[in-house]
């Protein structure tokens, strides 16, 4: 379990990407955050909740979008 910061502002807590993706051979859980980017940089954090091994993000993919 994992907590997530954007731009150092709180994203997610306590995160378990096996348990919300329904177990240990199951799809990834995806999750989408519209996130207003300033300065072109998005910074992401993520930060271990105890003793488990350091989060590990195996894919991340961001779109650019014009309002």
Partial sequence: MFDVTINDQPAARGVDPFALAGGM??????????????????????????????????????FRTDK
């Fill in 25 to 62: 051979s199951e799809p990834a859980f995806v999750d989408t955050k519209p996130i207003k980017v300033t300065g072109g940089i998005l910074e992401l954090g993520f930060h271990r909740t105890g003793e488990e091994q350091q989060p590990l993000i195996c894919g991340l993919e961001v």
